[in-house]
């Protein structure tokens, strides 16, 4: 079965950079995007962009341009998402979720980020 | 950039109606998708191009997509469907959330 597994919560002071990991496992990882999603405590979601697998190519929210980079390990079907300069702001649950054909079937469990100094 | 506004809250009485609206510009030209997303938990996909069902979602979760706005119906609603209900599009290949809805069975 598709599973998406998310790397554990993560602490950083603000200015710091943070990487979230996201394992896929059940289908071929190289053949569908991974989509990043964020969510504040108590607030919506929040679409920061996607990643091409087998490319390498991405396509970022202009929110998050020039601060988020999604990059990936084929060899270990593993997806990245990196966002520098962390402020308070960015302290939100990161989802990662495979994205076929516009629909965002699959997603990992949240990986919690608190940015705080 | 594009924009999808949504009620901040829906009320319903278990067994009756409940529809959610999601507004965003000239929207019945794109499709639309709705997630449904219960405290503590991962979005799930109930509704997709409009008006589909993945496998494994109850025949009472409905979409239109006309206009300026999609509809999402949950018909005979339970108290299991008490959620936040978000409608999602695509505009130029970036992915756009609406601000989301709190259904609430009374």
């Known amino acids: 079965q598709v599973q998406l597994v998310q790397s554990g919560a993560e602490v950083k002071k603000p200015g710091a950079s943070v990487k979230v990991s996201c394992k896929a496992s059940?289908?071929?990882?190289?053949?569908?995007?991974i989509n990043w999603v964020r969510q504040a405590t108590g607030q919506g979601l929040e679409w920061m962009g996607w990643?091409?697998?087998?490319?390498?190519?991405?396509g970022y929210a202009q929110k998050f341009q020039g601060r988020v980079t999604m990059t990936r390990n084929t060899s270990i079907s593993t997806a990245y998402m990196e966002l520098s300069s962390l402020r308070s702001e960015d302290t939100a649950v990161y989802y990662c979720?495979?994205?076929?054909?516009?629909?965002?079937?699959?997603w990992g469990q949240g990986t919690l980020v608190t940015v705080s100094s | 950039s594009y924009e999808l506004t949504q009620p901040p809250s829906v009320s319903v009485s278990p067994g009756q109606t409940a529809s959610i609206t999601c507004s965003g510009d000239?929207?019945?030209?794109?499709?639309a998708c709705w997630y449904q997303q219960k405290p503590g938990q991962s979005p799930v996909l109930v509704i997709y191009?409009?008006?589909k069902r993945p496998s494994g979602i109850p025949e009472r979760f409905s979409g239109s997509n006309s206009g300026n706005t999609a509809t999402l119906t949950i018909s005979g609603t339970q108290a299991m469907d008490e959620a936040d209900y978000y409608c999602?599009?695509?505009?130029?290949?970036?992915?756009?959330f609406g601000t989301g809805t709190k259904v609430t069975v009374l």
């Open positions: 999602q599009a695509w505009d130029s290949s970036k992915g756009v």
């Open positions: 990643m091409n697998p087998n490319s390498g190519n991405t």
């Open positions: 000239k929207l019945g030209d794109k499709y």
């Open positions: 059940g289908y071929t990882f190289t053949s569908y995007d």
């Open positions: 191009q409009d008006s």
């Open positions: 979720a495979r994205n076929s054909h516009q629909l965002l079937s699959y």
